[in-house]
């Protein structure tokens, strides 16, 4: 059975700090690139951060650049999100992915997808 099982998410306060994982089980997960995306209420799945299958090789949005860091240990089949100077714009369920054939970017490079997990920044 593939799952992606994300955690770390919960209420903290503008310019704190979450840590959120993400572990794979029942499919690939060194060979493949792994990313985060997230989904405010009334607004699309938007792209946040990916890391090659090697985790040298990091994309980020904009919006998050500079403040949060994505990582992964491949023996752990984990995919970490290290999310520093939190924004409350930055409150929504975020999701873990896996890419297809390539390191997400868009929702359509994504074949596996976690049940999200919800942050939320109060100002």
């Known amino acids: 059975q593939v799952q992606l099982v994300e955690s770390g998410g919960g209420l903290v306060q503008a310019g704190g700090s979450l840590r959120l994982s993400c572990a794979a089980s029942?499919?690939?997960?060194?060979?493949?690139?792994m990313g985060w995306f997230r989904q405010a209420p009334g607004k699309e799945r938007d792209f946040v951060a990916s890391?090659?299958?090697?985790?040298?090789?990091?994309n980020y949005a904009d919006s998050v650049k500079g403040r949060f860091t994505i990582s992964r240990d491949n023996a752990k089949s984990t995919v970490y999100l290290q999310m520093d100077s939190l924004k409350p714009e930055d409150t929504a369920v975020y999701y873990c992915?896996?890419?297809?054939?390539?390191?997400?970017?868009?929702?359509?490079?994504?074949?596996?997808w976690g049940q999200g997990t919800q942050v939320t920044v109060s100002s």
């Open positions: 890391v090659h299958w090697g985790g040298s090789i990091t």
């Open positions: 992915a896996r890419g297809r054939f390539r390191t997400p970017r868009g929702r359509n490079d994504v074949d596996y």
């Open positions: 029942g499919l690939t997960f060194s060979g493949y690139g």
